[in-house]
């Protein structure tokens, strides 16, 4: 290949149409592969130059429009893979922002360090982990993933800055969060965790309602690094909020039987199924869910204690079938999740209430507690309780029915998760996200042009500042040549 | 942008008079709709239409006056319009009229105006704004068709004529956009009241302006790439269509 070719291999080119993980909102964009930092940094070049909009996209498990761009320029970072340095007796990881959080642990697993932080997928970037500001089941006791980050590095549209949480804070944290909107993070300095095996100690328990469920989480989540509890969406009346609670630590050598001690930290997680197919959307209703929860819920042990289950077994379970997203049909669907501070616990209930009476079936509802924030201010963990869910597109009432939603959130000093969002009213933003002036600022600092949006940007007017009841002006166009025709001007019969 | 369920923030509206228009335009607003162009040809009514809607929450209504025949000033209204909206998320084509077949189907002028507002200047319309929704990789075009081209009656050849070619026209560019970002939306009422009908007899299967919004709105929801309204005149033109010509020609109507 030339010369001329590679450079043109770089200049966007192959249109497709992306969509993120709920396969809702699609548009096309200009995809770029990049493999190196250097094709990047000639990438965002050339997209600055030619004045077209730019964001990054890792393996797109965001579920709304954050990793697309319509009409713009989506560089795919996953070429950008590699493992820089690693150190192994301190666990300091630097790696390229492609890398993916499975790659990570299939490499230093068996070395003995964990990711600090893990979502409920492994396939998710480093890249992506930073601007979601990404939490997991620890939360509530180590917070969230970009408490890890020692350093980045960020390419912005005037050339590569090194950023640490000491350098420049106010840049650091702004992408914290950032959904991708501060500059494209290269590659990432990161602190893992130790630990002596790949097995989960695990204790179930089940819980007959919501308040249950919360009286337990609050007073025993301390004793665990890692607590999540499933919830019965569909479940009414007295059994309204009945839960599933898995808790967990990493076993110890000294948990595990004599026999797999002498490999105690072997992970080779394997993808059992694929969903081979787009079924008719309509498959998760609440006819199938109810059934699926009642089996689920059953299924639990009232209590068990210590039973030691693979870390993909406990952290990524919805890893183990390939495709799980095609399950919602062709339409897509929608994850809702929120947070609200501890003391809003009756916003939460009023939440479930809803979801409950207008048996909106959702496969998988999650309940956990987060513990306190870090500085990010469009980061979206705040401490008090995060509940998350899908709905199917497709009933009419899901889009009204989380706008109502949405009212009991922000009512509450709450918040959706902006990585999760794809409908979102603009409006009540800056109700959820108070501190998105300060973010706005240092975004116009590193991008004054605006070379950086997304879908999700535009649709929640994120990076310009909101239009404050503009009064609508009067018509400019000229009056066209009279015509003839007496017939009035209306639709069709 | 259209958000998950296919809700727009902004639209153009070529027909911005239309009472079918007007019904959707009430029901996007009240879910995303903020900003909004009424392109057409009547100064007043479309400024009539800007105030209804702008009574209904903090939207932004421009207009602009344009008759879908001045081939001349298409580019330019396309090209203004969409400047000021930014991104285009709707372009809802709803321009159309109906003539009066009695007297047009003798007026070989009355039938050229007809064909040449509801089709072919309708067609270009629709190529221009497909351009700027391919371009910008994003949008949703919905075409008021009717149920009237579906299969063309004696009663109002005319008329039913031009909706045919619209329809045939729109299920092409529909095939064309996939994979461009873009979408195309063709909504077939049956008779609405409405001002265009106003005076003529219902015929069967009749409906109002709001409830054919609501169909559309519910097709915008599901991505339906034919909304029909009301939904059994689905059922009932698929047998339509097969009818022999000596019962069709009998049916009242």
Redesign the interface.
């Known amino acids: 290949m030339t010369a001329d070719g590679v450079a043109a291999r770089h200049t966007p080119g192959v249109r497709r149409s992306l969509t993120g993980w709920g396969r809702t909102a699609p548009s096309a964009c200009d995809v770029s592969e990049v493999h190196t930092a250097e094709d990047l940094d000639t990438v965002l070049a050339g997209a600055t130059h030619s004045k077209r909009s730019v964001v990054a996209r890792g393996l797109g498990r965001s579920y709304g429009d954050a990793a697309q761009c319509a009409g713009g320029v989506v560089i795919d970072m996953t070429g950008l893979d590699t493992v820089l340095e690693a150190d192994l007796d301190t666990g300091v990881v630097r790696m390229g922002a492609g890398t993916s959080l499975d790659a990570l642990m299939r490499a230093f697993v068996p070395r003995g360090w964990f990711v600090p932080v893990t979502p409920g997928t492994r396939h998710v970037t480093v890249g992506g982990a930073i601007a979601a500001d990404i939490h997991g089941k620890n939360h509530h006791r180590d917070g969230s993933f970009c408490s890890y980050v020692t350093r980045l590095s960020l390419a912005t549209p005037s050339g590569r800055v090194e950023v640490s949480p000491q350098s420049d804070p106010d840049l650091f944290w702004a992408t914290a969060g950032g959904m991708g909107l501060t500059g494209i993070v290269v590659d990432a300095t990161v602190q893992m965790v130790r630990i002596e095996t790949a097995t989960m100690r695990v204790d179930t328990e089940r819980a007959q309602n919501l308040d249950d469920c919360l009286t337990r989480m609050t007073e025993h989540d301390g004793d665990y690094r890692y607590s999540v509890a499933w919830i019965d969406c569909l479940a009414r009346g007295a059994k309204m909020g009945r839960a599933v609670l898995t808790r967990a630590d990493h076993a110890r050598l000294e948990d595990l039987p004599p026999a797999r001690r002498a490999d105690a930290l072997c992970f080779n997680p394997v993808v059992g199924a694929q969903v081979p197919i787009t079924p008719p959307s309509g498959l998760v209703n609440p006819v199938t869910v109810a059934a699926f929860n009642e089996l689920w819920f059953r299924k639990a042990p009232r209590s068990r204690t210590g039973e030691l289950q693979s870390m993909a077994t406990y952290f990524h379970p919805l890893d183990g079938v390939g495709s799980w997203n095609r399950m919602y049909g062709a339409r897509g669907f929608v994850q809702y999740q929120f947070v609200v501070p501890f003391g809003a616990e009756e916003a939460l209930r009023a939440v479930l209430t809803r979801l409950s009476q207008r048996r909106m079936a959702s496969f998988v509802t999650v309940l956990k507690r987060f513990g306190p924030a870090d500085p990010g201010p469009l980061s979206f963990p705040i401490e008090g309780w995060t509940l998350a869910f899908d709905l199917p597109v497709g009933p009419l009432s899901t889009g009204p029915l989380l706008d109502a939603l949405d009212e009991i959130v922000a009512g509450a000093g709450g918040r959706v998760y902006l990585a999760k969002d794809s409908r979102l009213r603009p409006e009540l933003l800056e109700a959820m996200y108070p501190r998105l002036a300060e973010w706005r600022a240092t975004r116009q600092r590193i991008d004054p042009a605006g070379v950086f949006a997304s879908d999700l940007s535009r649709r929640l007017d994120l990076v310009s500042t909101p239009r404050t009841g503009r009064a609508s002006r009067p018509s400019r166009a000229r009056a066209s040549a009279k015509t003839k025709t007496k017939a009035k001007e209306v639709a069709t019969p | ?7 727009p ?1 902004t639209a153009v509206v070529v ?1 911005g ?5 007007r019904a959707v335009l009430r029901s996007l607003v009240a ?2 709709l903020r900003r909004i162009v009424l392109v ?4 007043i ?3 009539a239409v ?1 105030k209804e809607l ?1 009574v209904l929450g ?10 879908v ?2 081939m001349d ?1 298409l580019g330019t ?1 396309v090209a ?1 319009s969409s400047a000021r909206l930014g ?1 285009v998320d709707l372009v809802l084509v ?7 077949q009695s007297s047009d189907e003798s007026d070989p002028e009355a039938v050229a ?2 064909l040449t ?1 509801n089709f072919t200047g309708t067609a270009a319309v629709m190529t221009a704004f497909a351009a700027v929704l391919r ?4 949008g949703r075009m919905i075409v ?3 149920v ?1 081209g579906v299969r063309v009656r004696r009663a109002n050849y005319v ?1 039913g004529a031009s ?1 045919a070619g619209l329809d045939g026209f729109a299920l092409g560019m529909a095939e064309a956009l996939r ?4 979408s195309l939306m063709i909504v077939r ?1 049956g ?2 009241a ?4 106003e005076g ?1 007899d219902p015929a069967p299967f009749a409906t109002t ?1 709001q409830a054919v919004a609501a169909d559309v709105v ?1 097709g915008m ?3 339906t790439p034919v909304v029909w309204s009301p939904g059994p005149l689905r059922l009932v033109f698929a047998v339509m269509r097969l009818l022999p010509a000596a019962l069709w020609r009998r049916l009242p109507g």
């Open positions: 942008m259209n958000d998950a369920m296919g809700m923030q027909g008079t239309s009472d079918i228009a879910r995303r057409g040809r009547d100064e009514g479309l400024a800007a702008q903090p939207i932004e209504v421009d207009t602009m006056t344009f008759d025949t001045d000033r209204v203004d991104q709803a321009a159309g009229i109906l003539g009066d105006r007809v507002t371009s910008q990789g994003h008021l068709s009717s009237a008329y909706k994979g461009s970002g873009a009422p008779w609405v409405t001002g265009m009908t003529l302006p519910a929801e599901r991505s």
